[in-house]
């Protein structure tokens, strides 16, 4: 079964919005269909916090091998990470949000989602954005 970058995405997505505790579950599924994936938590001020968002990112999937250290891997995923901010800014800009990066990988396919409560007084919003990149298909 090949994998498409739809397929790819649903698990960016699976990743940012499950528990930390089905998190190692939901890894070891998608490993056995050949993506890798990985989780990371972030929060904060939306606005202060975007360069720790993509740091994150970054460091995550350098970590859990979904990237080689390597300038064209780097910028995929930092790219990917910019397009799911700014699809989540623009609910939240200027507000404090909390919630989780998650991110896949399958050949030539990478996919990042931003899953976020975003707190306003009692009142809590919830936002996704979600970036992909093609990127050469070298572990």
């Known amino acids: 079964m090949k994998i498409e970058s739809v397929d790819v995405a649903k698990a960016s997505i699976q990743m940012a919005i499950s528990s930390r505790e089905d998190e190692k579950m939901l890894e070891e599924n998608f490993k056995k269909r050949d ?7 972030v929060g904060g001020n939306l606005n202060d916090s975007i360069t720790k968002i993509v740091e994150r990112a970054l460091v995550a999937s350098k970590r859990c091998g979904l990237i080689k250290d390597c300038h064209v891997h780097d910028g995929a995923v930092v790219g990917a990470t910019r397009e799911a901010i700014m699809q989540v800014s623009i609910k939240a800009n ?3 949000v909390g919630g989780k990066i998650g991110i896949a990988r399958c050949g030539e396919h990478l996919s990042v989602c931003l899953f976020m409560s975003i707190g306003l007084l009692h009142l809590n919003e919830v936002v996704i954005g979600l970036g992909h990149r093609s990127i050469p298909d070298i572990y």
Request: glycine share 10%.
């Open 35 to 41: 993506i890798r994936t990985v989780a990371v938590d």
């Open 94 to 96: 200027g507000l404090n």
